[in-house]
């Protein structure tokens, strides 16, 4: 059982920025992809961005391309978003998810195996 842990949610006004962590408990953290989802008041959850287990690949949903990037530092068990250039409608918690074995990035959620409970992000205008 992988625990994962988000942090670095909370208020910032439109054009901010932030970044969000994630801490997992597992000393093979170097062998999981790894992705960040994110659920909207009244809306599915969405893919924001994944990352391949070495953070050689990553890739990202069109609407926060070129604002945010993701990334991970496996001596940290711990993966990154930062998020730059904030909107009103990034506004939502934020989750972050792991997927058993190396491989490509995970796009869907149904392919990744643990969920941290998620951090909560606000953008005012």
């Known amino acids: 059982q992988v625990q994962l842990v988000e942090s670095g949610g909370g208020l910032v006004q439109a054009g901010g920025s932030l970044r969000l962590s994630c801490a997992a408990s597992?000393?093979?953290?170097?062998?999981?992809?790894m992705g960040w989802f994110r659920q909207a008041p009244g809306k599915e959850r969405e893919f924001v961005a994944g990352?391949?287990?070495?953070?050689?690949?990553?890739n990202y949903a069109d609407s926060v391309k070129g604002r945010f990037t993701i990334s991970r530092d496996n001596a940290k068990n711990t993966v990154y978003l930062q998020m730059n250039s904030l909107k009103t409608e990034d506004t939502a918690v934020y989750y972050c998810?792991?997927?058993?074995?190396?491989?490509?990035?995970?796009?869907?959620?149904?392919?990744?195996?643990?969920w941290g409970q998620g951090t909560q992000v606000t953008v005012s205008s």
């Open positions: 998810a792991a997927a058993r074995d190396r491989g490509s990035v995970i796009l869907s959620g149904v392919g990744y195996n643990y």
């Open positions: 597992t000393r093979t953290f170097s062998t999981y992809r």
């Open positions: 990352i391949n287990w070495s953070g050689g690949s990553t």
